[in-house]
């Protein structure tokens, strides 16, 4: 069973910084890819980065330029370092893995943007 444990999230005032963390367990994490996905009050989920297996990634507009997604195949875990945060990027953030069919998501992480 492919596990995935989320970590960082908290509490940080606008312009601020956090970075998740996303720990996968089993032996296949270099095959997978990695997106970050967020949900906040009362909107659908919205990806927000990915990270294919050989390493290119992309990001959603309106996190460009201030978001970074990266991998550490070596750990199994993804990492998401977002800079320059803004209330509006105050949700639940998820981290999902993907391989064809094999499709698993973690529990969330809280991150509030909040002076």
């Known amino acids: 069973q492919v596990q995935l444990v989320e970590s960082g999230g908290g509490l940080v005032q606008p312009g601020g910084s956090l970075r998740l963390s996303c720990a996968v367990s089993?032996?296949?994490?270099?095959?997978?890819?990695m997106t970050w996905y967020r949900q906040a009050p009362g909107k659908q989920r919205e990806r927000v980065a990915r990270?294919?297996?050989?390493?290119?990634?992309n990001y959603a507009d309106s996190v460009k330029g201030r978001f970074t997604i990266s991998r550490d195949n070596a750990q199994s875990t993804a990492y998401l370092l977002m800079s320059s945060l803004k209330p509006e990027d105050t949700a639940v953030y998820y981290c999902?893995?993907?391989?064809?069919?094999?499709?698993?998501w973690g529990q969330g992480t809280q991150v509030t943007v909040s002076s």
């Open positions: 999902n893995a993907n391989w064809y069919h094999d499709d698993y």
């Open positions: 089993g032996n296949i994490f270099r095959a997978y890819t």
């Open positions: 990270i294919s297996a050989d390493g290119s990634t």
